[in-house]
């Protein structure tokens, strides 16, 4: 080979050059391959981007991101195991300690690294190490950190814009996956409302067909356990003028359901460590009332609407049911006195007159065992008593 020393030596590093401006290319085609899968598993995805950048762009990769609480949550982590580097074999989230700004930070073997970099970069024993945020409007969603050995070239500033690029790619995957799981969240609780409420509705029909007051606090306390999903439910009814009636559905705790009925009598609604209790609207200001709904998850908003909405219908279903039960007793004892009464007493029909009510001294006069089915017209009056 002739030529001058000083160009085949620039020719080298412009080949060079080239070739990794291609690499990287190739590694953002791969990567944004890979990120078009994610939707709704993306830490799977991240496992893949990592694989892909290790070791083809690093030795080391770590894809961390802020968890819902905001506490920070490691999504991928890979190693070379030829790089030599004194990686831990579960990586701990150090991002948000070595980059607290929106700019990647690039740490050299040099003086003027900053501190929490350097101490990483030193821990893992790398020649140099990039940690660039995942960023996406104005919030920091994770970082992106990476690491080279002492066997491969160590980053240049060029490759702060590929890790930079890499993050917005990373960003825009998580926003995209997140966007996707509200949407499925939203849908889920929409489609999960309107069944609540189409039980809201069978449940207000089957409070209308409880015929006691006593079946009224039974279906009510099952229903709701059905309208929530809830372990079990409790309903009492106070009042100066009856006893005290109570019904409970499933196996409540006796004394968590004593502090939720108390809790809401006295303040017209409550919740406590697994339970959700309602005062039930009385009619009669000497009667108190309230239904509580236990389960060992916590209650939501929608759902002491739920109960709410419930506890408003059982009042006028519990009314209903007393009043009804009110008109059978007295229609019982009128009944009672008739059958006891020395007088024959029989009711007839005025047009057709078929006999519908005798009582014991009207079957006693007339020799019937009972009422007859079908009487003749006049067939009472046809019959002579006997001397």
Excluded at 63 to 78: F, K, M, N, S
Aim: hydrophobic share 45%; charged share 20%.
């Amino acid at each position: 080979m002739t030529g001058d020393p000083d160009q085949i030596g620039f020719a080298e590093v412009g080949a060079r050059s080239e070739q990794e401006a291609l690499q990287r290319l190739e590694l953002l085609v791969a990567v944004s391959k890979v990120l078009a899968w994610a939707l709704d598993d993306y830490a799977h995805v991240m496992l893949q981007v990592a694989d892909t950048c290790v070791p083809a762009f690093c030795d080391l990769c770590a894809i961390e991101v802020t968890a819902p609480g905001g506490e920070p949550q490691v999504l991928a982590y890979r190693v070379s195991p030829s790089a030599g580097l004194t990686a831990p074999p579960v990586w701990t989230p150090a991002g948000a300690s070595c980059s607290p700004t929106r700019a990647p930070t690039l740490s050299y073997p040099r003086p003027k690294d900053p501190d929490a970099p350097r101490r990483l970069r030193e821990r893992l024993g790398a020649q140099s190490l990039i940690v660039a945020p995942i960023s996406a409007g104005g919030v920091t969603l994770g970082w992106l950190i990476m690491a080279t050995g002492a066997g491969r070239r160590g980053f240049r500033p060029s490759a702060v814009s590929v890790a930079q690029d890499l993050s917005s790619r990373l960003a825009t995957a998580i926003q995209r996956t997140l966007l996707y799981r509200e949407s499925v969240t939203s849908a889920q609780h929409q489609a999960k409302t309107a069944q609540r409420l189409r039980r809201l509705a069978a449940a207000t029909a089957n409070l209308a067909g409880a015929a006691t007051p006593e079946d009224v606090l039974h279906v009510a306390c099952v229903e709701i356990c059905i309208v929530l999903d809830a372990d079990a439910a409790a309903a009492r009814w106070c009042g100066d003028a009856q006893a005290d009636l109570s019904a409970v559905a499933g196996t409540p705790d006796p004394a968590v359901v004593e502090e939720a009925v108390t809790t809401a009598m006295a303040r017209g609604s409550g919740v406590g460590p697994g339970w959700m209790a309602q005062r039930l609207p009385c009619a009669d200001a000497g009667d108190r009332a309230a239904i509580a709904v236990l389960s060992s998850r916590r209650f939501s908003a929608d759902e002491e609407l739920m109960l709410s909405s419930l506890a408003a219908m059982v009042p006028v279903a519990f009314e209903r049911a007393r009043s009804t039960a009110a008109a059978l007793a007295r229609e019982a004892e009128l009944d009672a006195v008739l059958e006891a009464s020395p007088v024959a007493i029989v009711r007839v029909g005025i047009t057709d007159g078929v006999v519908a009510v005798a009582n014991r001294a009207a079957k006693q006069l007339f020799g019937w065992s009972k009422v007859p089915p079908a009487p003749h017209r006049g067939e009472a009056t046809t019959r002579t008593p006997e001397a």
